[in-house]
């Protein structure tokens, strides 16, 4: 792009009109013109709801099956999740979004009413959607966005499986402005029994936030200049747990800023709790750790395990779900102890020497009839914790066992197999531009999200190579599917929809259909191996994940890294094709896509996010505002450290 002097001149005149502050404690690199927000915001207050943390011990667990109704409502309001108030995205005004409670075998029928300003899907992580593909909540896989103003329902039976899920928005990276919450499926399967193994049931929800919105960040990120200076996925300004983080404040103009206590989870003394732990980030794979309070693994994503019983520090990437049962045998009444997540930093470019990695919590015990007490734990990490990995790694690589307590064992022959390599690189635009992007087989998604790929294929259309990676698994049995992540630096959490996978195999480097091929397959694990539906790869490395192919439908494969996934991280894998052709979609879902619903400016052909767009001189302002920011604030982190 040719930078004209014109350009230049504007970008100086609006940094001159902007107050740069920066925090005494740097979360990260700032957004321009700190403290502004970056549209007008509303007046209607986001909550924090308490109650979803909690599960009620008087939930019945049956097996009787009953159709459970939410109804939900998208909203835009302003939010202060780390004290800074921002525009947000919530559910019925509330981040974390609302709990959803069933039972295996239940309905689920969600009724969303679109109050936003911009289209939606709601994605239900992890559940595998038998039959009901439609409801899976992707604009441009399985669905076209939820209009503006409009309503829709997802129905779908949850019909063979039970643990901690999570649902969050599927619309670009639009679950890091607010819309995720908790899904927790119980049922008289499940090996760890409520009132035997443990008396009650708590959730911590690990994320991290921006004070930018989302479609801000992303919308940099398709430039040359990146966001903040840097085409890498940003660094977050504050580490959240239970919709919590703590910002410093002195150093915020423009925009209300609020000092935020640590999140607080109230335990009875002498007794035990399952902790459903999700992590919800968009870009942080987190170390999580209770002060004295040994983790005994119980369950890794769906799949209940006999996994370590002492545990001091318990890794987990973004999407992943882990239970722990500890006790509170530790303190008495009154005692307080740090709850801890820390950022794995190894995978996150441009963290600044003064970010503080670790999120905090506060665990206090409360007798039965007694006030809780409001110091601050004195209570230490633990000495054999670890906070400065050159990885970031998965549980099952560290040696420990994880073995699912319901056995199952994978095929052993497999009918098909596909190579999924994934690798960080540039697209040339239009203009001649290098941008940045992730791909999948050298190509990175582009989202029609109004040609929905299940509706291409159930019409008896085929998908085009050239804008999504896919395979196609055309008869039942098992598939391998061998990812490989080639990036030299950077962990992926991957994350495939649809389907809990086997783990069969491991290795480092790169590994090809050839070489798969070649394998000496006796040395898969075959024997009840690990299950699940969201996987970390460490950087140079592979996995092979096993499926049966039973589950008709287009299923995404990729990056749980938001940012990654919104500049082309996904692939998709079709079973059967054939199939998908029978199943049965509501009129409303194809609704979705009639021409009617497609707003103003918008086309059959519309992308999102619009991935080749040229650099304009607004984002050279842009460009160089954060570039005073960063150099403003780089200086003031010295003299801090004076």
Request: proline residues 6%.
């Amino acid at each position: 792009m040719l930078l004209r002097r014109s350009h230049l001149n504007t970008a100086l005149a609006f940094a001159s009109l902007c107050a740069f502050n920066f925090p005494t404690s740097i979360h990260a690199a700032v957004p321009s013109c700190r403290g502004t927000p970056s549209r007008s915001a509303p007046a209607t207050q986001v909550t924090n709801n308490q109650a979803i943390y909690t599960l009620s011990p008087t939930f019945v667990i049956t097996d009787v099956p009953v159709t459970r109704t939410f109804d939900w409502t998208l909203s835009l309001a302003t939010g202060a999740p780390d004290g800074v108030e921002r525009e947000m995205m919530v559910v019925n005004g509330q981040f974390p979004g609302p709990l959803i409670e069933a039972n295996q075998g239940d309905t689920i029928i969600v009724n969303v009413q679109n109050g936003m300003t911009t289209g939606a899907g709601i994605h239900w992580h992890g559940i595998s959607q038998k039959g009901t593909d439609w409801a899976d909540g992707v604009p441009g896989v399985s669905q076209c966005p939820i209009p503006a103003g409009s309503t829709f329902t997802y129905k779908f039976t949850v019909t063979d499986q039970f643990g901690t899920f999570w649902w969050h928005s599927h619309m670009g990276n639009t679950m890091a402005d607010g819309l995720l919450g908790p899904l927790i499926i119980h049922s008289p399967n499940d090996p760890n029994v409520r009132g035997r193994d443990y008396e009650s049931e708590r959730i911590m929800i690990l994320g991290d936030w921006m004070h930018d919105m989302s479609d801000t960040v992303i919308s940099d990120l398709l430039t040359v200049y990146g966001y903040h200076n840097s085409t890498s996925a940003p660094v977050p300004d504050a580490l959240l747990i239970n919709g919590v983080g703590v910002y410093n404040c002195s150093s915020v103009t423009n925009t209300s800023c609020t000092t935020q206590s640590l999140p607080e989870i109230d335990v009875v003394p002498n007794s035990s709790y399952r902790i459903r732990i999700i992590n919800t980030s968009s870009h942080v794979h987190y170390k999580f750790s209770i002060d004295s309070h040994p983790l005994n693994i119980t369950a890794a994503d769906d799949t209940a395990i006999s996994g370590p019983k002492a545990l001091h520090q318990l890794p987990i990437g973004i999407g992943q779900r882990y239970d722990a049962i500890i006790k509170t045998t530790v303190g008495t009444d009154g005692s307080a102890y740090y709850v801890r997540a820390a950022m794995c930093a190894a995978s996150i470019a441009n963290v600044p020497s003064t970010y503080d990695i670790t999120a905090l919590a506060v665990l206090r015990y409360v007798a039965t009839g007694s006030e809780a007490t409001t110091t601050l734990p004195s209570s230490t990490d633990w000495s054999d914790s670890t906070n400065n990995d050159t990885t970031c790694y998965d549980l099952d690589t560290t040696g420990v066992s994880m073995t699912p307590l319901i056995a199952s064992n994978p095929p052993t022959t497999v009918v098909a197999s596909t190579v999924m390599t994934s690798v960080f690189g540039y697209i040339t635009n239009s203009a001649l531009e290098s941008i940045a992007h992730f791909f999948w087989n050298s190509v990175a998604w582009t989202n029609y999200i109004y040609q929905p790929m299940l509706f291409t294929l159930k019409n008896g259309g085929s998908l085009n190579s050239s804008i999504i990676t896919h395979a196609v698994f055309s008869s039942s049995g098992a598939a391998d599917i061998i990812v490989n992540n080639y990036d030299t630096g950077i962990d992926h959490p991957y994350h495939l929809h649809g389907n809990s996978f086997y783990l069969v195999s491991r290795g480092s480097g790169l590994l090809t259909a050839t070489e798969y091929a070649a394998l000496n397959t006796s040395s898969f694990n075959t024997t009840n191996p690990l299950r699940r539906d969201t996987l970390v790869i460490s950087r140079s490395s592979y996995a092979i994940i096993r499926i049966i192919t039973d589950n008709p439908g287009v299923w995404p494969l990729h990056c749980h890294i938001g940012w990654h996934l919104g500049v082309g991280k996904m692939a998709v894998i079709v079973v059967q094709p054939a199939a998908i052709q029978d199943l049965s979609v509501p009129a409303a879902a194809t609704a979705l896509c009639d021409a009617s619903n497609i707003p103003a400016g918008d086309t059959v052909n519309t992308t999102a996010p619009g991935r080749k767009r040229r650099s304009t001189a607004a984002d050279l302002t842009a460009h160089v505002l954060r570039g005073l920011n960063n150099a403003i604030e780089r200086r003031r982190a010295i003299k801090l450290l004076d």
